[in-house]
């Protein structure tokens, strides 16, 4: 059995920010890697966020388990430093606009001559090529360009936004998966490569359901479906009305449905020739989520989820933020930890959903403040006398 975990003899250097590339690394420190995040004497974009009432949190929950350093990559000295980092390093990620680190003079071409071993991670909104290169990519314009506005809402009203930052975290997510199997080869060739990993298509995949409508009409442009299935091909498939609230119901072949009319003790619905096989139903789905509608909201959302549940119906109470914060089933996994924070006090903060065999979820440790291991890390681990880590600070180089 396993006894460590997968990446505790690795080193990453995290230039990541905001979103992308700060959760493909975080996802490597709870891997057991050794992070060290290096920021702008400024603090990076999400830290600096932090002034607004709760955005702190966010950089919180990215940056546990990771040490703080920061680094002037405008001045000759700071980007010398990040070559020593990289010398000694595994992974090198980013999340800069494409050609930022050329123009630093510390990209790949410079990097990869200072450490062959070195897997260098690229991660950005239209990738390191093609002619969207240099668009201006956040989560918000990602998700206009990549479609997923386009099929997110109800058809009567303008597109919106996917509520959470999807493209985003796709994008750490893929990040995450290319520096993997780039390390996976390095055992191999003992070589590095650099990854190139962008957030309009790790988005794509997503949109599935509402491509399958969109060839299977024959390319006509699919509506917004608000809460029913992507590609109008499931019914019951709704969020349908309690007495204190909602609760998503998705029926997948008959034996759902019979479960679910069972449950109704409406078993007379089963010879109506309305709602006789998959297609027929979705041909007639305003009547079905009628049907569905009204005998939902005679129920409080648990006790008709606790109803469903007992025929197996797959269904879930619609639960607002603070409910999930609290999610007893989370909170016993450690999947979610209430943490003391020595800035922002008491929060939650997630744990990696990948699980290692014999070992525990690392325990929590707190984002750090802002160079609070410069000397750790440049004194300690680069091997610099103290006088010269205190001359850096005073030069403006961290």
Known sequence: MASAYPLQSITVVDLGQ???????????????ARVIKVEPREGEHLRRRGNVGGAGLPFAMLNSNKQSVTLNLKQERGRDLLFAMARRA???????????????GCGWPKLRTVNPRLVYA?????GQSGPYRDYPAMDLTVQAMA????????????????GPAICDFFGGVHLFGAVMAALYEREKTDAGRAVDVSMQEAVYASLSSNLGLYFGTGGDVPMRTGNRHGGLA????????TRDG??????????????????MGRPELAEDPRFASLKTRVAHMDDVDIIVGAFTERFPKQE?????????VPCAPVRDLDEVVNDPHMLERRALQWIDHPELGRIPVQS?????????????????????????????????????VDALARDGVI
């Open 18 to 32: 905001i979103y992308n590339g700060s959760y493909a690394t975080f996802l490597m420190a709870m891997a057991g």
């Open 90 to 104: 595994d992974v090198l990620l980013e999340n800069f606009a494409p050609g930022t680190m050329d123009r630093l």
């Open 122 to 126: 690229q991660g950005s909104g239209y």
């Open 147 to 162: 479609g997923v506005m386009s099929v997110t809402g109800y058809a009567d009203r303008p597109p919106v936004k996917a």
């Open 234 to 241: 499931e019914s019951p498939y709704n969020v349908y009305p």
């Open 246 to 263: 909602y609760i998503a119901i998705i029926c997948v072949g008959e034996t759902h449905w019979k479960s679910l009319i069972t449950a």
């Open 304 to 312: 008709l989820f606790e109803l469903l549940l007992k025929h197996r």
């Open 352 to 388: 990696s959903p990948l699980r290692f065999e014999g070992v525990e979820p690392l325990p929590i440790v707190p984002s750090r403040r802002l160079g609070e291991d410069n000397a750790a890390v440049y004194g300690e681990w680069l091997g610099l006398p103290p006088q010269e």
